[in-house]
């Protein structure tokens, strides 16, 4: 079946701009579901309102060009009490821009640095920032209400290749970096840097979080996947599966599955709790043995995604084609042209699928379909048990299959 399209954002162009090098690495959503961030290329940031967005695709057709076509946003005054009313912002972040991450702020949550007595900084519950990953190894924090620069991190030393901000509100920040790193960053401490994660022999590609925030996958060259404990900043596991560089990782909504993408043209979901592989989904036809996986083809894997019903991943590929997959199904159930694409995420309420390609974003409808209440009453069970609780049920051996997505 062909994904139906929602609409597009477009980039200005301008006549000294070339298409080459304007590459779009990274979209992002707001937890709350208020903003939409995208790097339009080289060095610049836009912001805008989803609500406002989804407005101009059904008032203006598809295609919205940003920043041309579109109405003008009423401008932010953070000195009129307007901080809770989403305004677009354009931020010029000084460098190419590979990485975007949203992070929310629960005053609830304690800070895990030691000293607590004075910060520059006071977060309170509305805050919303925006992380920036840069290609001279910088990370820059952005006010999200504002479009103001609160911190300026600087301790990598190559292109920061992936963020990712803990689910728990805690505002702890994990980058990936080209120069074989994670770092941990407490951005309630000013954006101390608490630890350093190493370990991979190359290049890390990506970082995701569990939706507990207790464990951390990075993936990178040399077919790495590994999970470390964020309590303890060990690692915890290896998964070896991949016979190529693996470039994007995703964790399932209730925690029990991790998804992986790789330029071997494969999807892997994980047991992640075990480290067995449950599926596979192949981008060629017959799958390369791995003396060919790891050559040059036009099935490499650029990006991977759960939906927030635990049904669906989203893949994308360097074959023009962006699919949705059933968990359960060897085959794609939906399909979409996408020419370049080098990202994806789904929306935050899991309706639209965005992707990125060309400092420019597409949108598509996902797979409407209604879960079964024992998919539900798993993904409740697996929010809060790992497999190894799970097989230690006194339940008959098909549930336990189930419950383990197994079957």
Known sequence: ARSRTVGELLAPTSPFDKKCGRENWTVAFAPDGSYLAWSQGHRIVKLVPWAQCLNNFLLHGTKNGSGTASPRLPRQSSESGQRSKPCEHVIDCGDI????????????????????????????????????????????????????????????????????????????????????????????????????????????????????????????ASKAVFLWDMDKYSMLRKLEGHHNDVVACEFSPDGALLATASYDTRV??????????????????????????????????????????????????????????????????????????????????GSVLAAGQDGSVYFWATPRQVCSLQHLCRMAIRRVMPTSQVKNLPIPCKMLEFLCYQI
Request: proline fraction near 5%.
């Open 268 to 349: 892997y979901v994980w047991d992640p709790h075990i480290g067995v592989i449950l599926r596979e989904f192949g981008h060629l036809f017959p799958p390369p043995t791995p003396i060919f996986a790891g050559g040059a083809n036009d099935r490499w894997v650029r990006s991977v995604c759960f939906s927030h019903d635990g049904l669906h991943v989203a893949s994308l590929a360097d074959d023009k084609m962006v699919r949705f997959w059933r968990i359960d199904e060897e085959y794609p159930v939906q399909v979409a042209p996408l020419n370049n694409g080098l990202c994806c995420t789904f929306s935050t309420d």
């Open 97 to 220: 821009v590979w990485s975007l991450a949203f992070g929310s702020s629960v005053p609830e949550k304690q800070s895990r640095c030691v000293n607590i007595e004075w910060h520059r900084f006071k977060f309170g519950q509305d805050q919303l920032l925006l992380a920036t990953g840069l290609n001279n190894g910088r990370i820059k924090i952005w006010d999200v209400y504002t479009g103001k620069l609160l911190l300026n991190l600087m301790d990598h030393t190559e292109v920061v290749r992936d963020l990712t901000f803990a689910p728990d509100g805690s505002l702890i920040l994990v980058s990936a970096s080209r120069d074989k790193t994670l770092r941990v960053w407490d951005l309630k401490d000013d954006g101390n840097m608490m630890k350093v994660l190493r370990g991979h022999p190359n290049w890390v590609y990506g970082c995701a979080f569990s939706p507990d925030s207790s464990i951390l996958c990075s993936v990178g």
